[in-house]
């Protein structure tokens, strides 16, 4: 009506109540965070395990744990984006099974390498898009949907290959096991390829708009679409992304093994998803580091080798790993509440 006062959507404090974020010491901010944590424990670890085993801190050893934690690691990458938005991916590793397949069998078939390789990469993109778009567009659960493909890319992986194990790449041979197995200033590839994956995420949650938009999307969905986020291609572009980084994993891993199984990546859903929670991503949304997702890995990482160094049953595996979970949920739980208190 004319003449009635019309209440603000929002209450507004005053801007002399609010506090500056900035006003925070660095060191408090550190030590808060999850990441800082984690670093410390990765450290206190390897100490630990180094005086009760020599064997852990042999070059040799050192090596193993570094390349296997970062196919993991190269996963979780993908990952972050996923946990940022609310979402999450359980499909991560079948799909990488499914583009592992896939490359070989292209590979095998003595197409060239850039063939197989540019196939793969649109293929893991094409099936995270594919996620993305039953997410944002149907508003269908992501737990559902990412089980459904969990599902058919694991079929799909032993439809094409028959069952059967791919050991010859034609002519792509040496070119794919260098790529794979290679090693650059006596480092393996695949840590290149992990720091520069960590690198690129970084730049892209912290300077872009993308990564500004997703943060929001899991921060409160509704008011970032009521402030002209686009929701919807956003949430397809970061299942699309997961996707991507399982693809560029199953090219290094198809190298590393020198074959090819209907059964690779499979349970990586578990690791993945540990190593990212525990690195501090949420699993309501909101927050994630790339940071995170290297560091949570190499803890899960190097928890699995002081286990197996240990003589421990590896079914316990799981066993640690869910408790990690469950802990670095717990962690996040008082966080929060501390924040809103």
Request: glycine letters at 12%; a neutral charge; proline letters at 4%.
């Amino acid at each position: 009506m004319a003449g009635e006062k019309v209440a603000p959507p929002f209450d507004a404090a005053p801007l002399a109540d609010v506090p500056e974020s900035s006003a925070e010491p660095i060191w408090r901010r550190l030590i808060r965070s999850q990441e800082f944590w984690i670093s410390v424990a990765v450290l206190v670890m390897g100490l630990v395990v180094s005086v009760v085993s020599p064997r852990f801190a042999t070059s040799t050893n050192l090596s193993n744990v570094l390349q296997n934690f970062c196919y993991i690691g190269i996963l979780a990458i993908g990952m972050t984006p996923v946990l940022i938005t609310g979402g999450i991916d359980i499909s991560i590793g079948s799909i990488l099974g499914l583009c592992g397949v896939a490359l070989g069998l292209i590979l095998q078939a003595d197409f060239p390498l850039w063939f197989g390789l540019a196939a793969t990469l649109l293929l893991g993109i094409a099936l995270g898009a594919a996620n993305g778009a039953l997410i944002g567009y149907m508003r269908l659960p992501p737990f559902l949907v990412t089980l459904g493909m969990l599902s058919i890319a694991r079929s799909m992986a032993l439809i094409v290959s028959d069952g059967q194990v791919v050991y010859s790449f034609g002519r792509s041979e040496a070119a794919i096991f260098a790529i794979g197995g290679g090693r650059l200033f006596g480092v393996p590839t695949v840590v290149y390829a992990m720091f520069a994956s960590a690198v690129v995420l970084h730049w892209l949650l912290t300077m872009t708009r993308w990564g500004r938009y997703i943060t929001a999307i899991g921060g409160n969905q509704r008011a970032a679409r009521l402030t002209g986020v686009r929701v919807k291609p956003i949430k397809v572009s970061v299942y699309a992304f997961s996707g991507l980084m399982a693809a560029i994993t199953s090219v290094f891993l198809v190298g590393w093994l020198g074959s090819v199984t209907n059964a690779l990546g499979q349970g990586d859903e578990l690791r993945v998803i540990a190593g990212t929670v525990i690195g501090g991503a949420s699993l309501a949304g909101g927050y994630g580091s790339a940071y995170g997702a290297v560091i949570g890995s190499l803890l899960i990482e190097e928890l699995r080798n002081a286990l197996l160094l240990a003589g421990v049953n590896p079914f316990w595996q799981g066993t640690f790993i869910g408790g990690f979970i469950v802990l670095a949920i717990i962690l996040q739980r008082i966080q929060t509440s501390e924040e809103e208190d």
